[in-house]
T-cell receptor
Framework: NAGVTQTPKFRVLKTGQSMTLLCAQD?????MYWYRQDPGMGLRLIHY???????AKGEVPDGYNVSRLKKQNFLLGLESAAPSQTSVYFC?????????????FGQGTRLTVV | AQRVTQPEKLLSVFKGAPVELKCNYS??????LFWYVQYSRQRLQLLLR??SRESIKGFTADLNKGETSFHLKKPFAQEEDSAMYYC???????????FGEGTQLTVNP
């Protein structure tokens, strides 16, 4: 049981390049999230999804797009990378459990944009 | 809009001393609150939920709706408690999960 797996673990991009981060979960969770982690700013929600085929904007969605074509996968795309998008990206998934909800996290993707 | 604030970015205590990590929130409804922890080189993981009202690894947290706070406490800190701690709020009828800025706790020997 792998849980939540993020691909790739590390990446260096040049300004203007595009890339897609893949998040896969094998727990049949409905909800999936993408966060970025920056020093002093904690985890900020980029986009999230409440089910296959649905997505919603979080706190910092600009410059990112997402897709949830399959329930187990949540893709985060950067169309034209900028140095401000240098960060550690975390994916998470959770079941619908109300106040008993527990989010499970991936190991993170460290992205550097030069 | 929901918001979570952790006023202390860094907190350093000695082993055996009490520790309190502060968390304040703003939310128009009845909140669902959590503490998550990230140990060095490990994934972020759930520490405790406000609804369970249990002690995990000696940590407890009480929801104070009057002060809109959910502070994390432990009476006697241990070196293995050194980690990054995040307070999180989930909207009652939805799925949006919002985190605070995090507090890096260091427990010195």
């Amino acid at each position: 049981n792998a849980g939540v797996t993020q691909t790739p673990k590390f990446r260096v991009l040049k300004t203007g390049q595009s890339m897609t981060l893949l998040c896969a979960q094998d727990m049949n969770h409905e909800y999936m999230y993408w966060y970025r982690q920056d020093p002093g700013m904690g985890l900020r929600l980029i986009h999230y999804s409440v089910g296959e085929g649905t997505t919603a904007k979080g706190e910092v969605p600009d410059g990112y797009n997402v897709s949830r074509l399959k329930k187990q996968n949540f893709l985060l795309g950067l169309e034209s990378a900028a140095p401000s998008q240098t960060s550690v990206y975390f994916c998470a998934s959770s079941y619908f459990g109300g106040a008993w909800t527990e989010a499970f996290f991936g190991q993170g993707t460290r992205l550097t944009v030069v | 809009a929901q918001r979570v604030t952790q006023p202390e970015k860094l907190l350093s205590v000695f082993k055996g001393a009490p520790v309190e990590l502060k968390c304040n929130y703003s939310y128009s409804g009845s909140p669902e609150l959590f503490w998550y922890v990230q140990y060095s080189r490990q994934r972020l993981q759930l520490l405790l939920r406000h609804i369970s009202r249990e002690s995990i690894k000696g940590f407890t947290a009480d929801l104070n709706k009057g002060e809109t706070s959910f502070h994390l406490k432990k009476p006697f800190a241990q070196e293995e408690d050194s980690a990054m701690y995040y307070c999180a709020l989930k909207e009652t009828s939805g799925s949006r999960l919002t985190f605070g800025e995090g507090t890096q706790l260091t427990v010195n020997p």
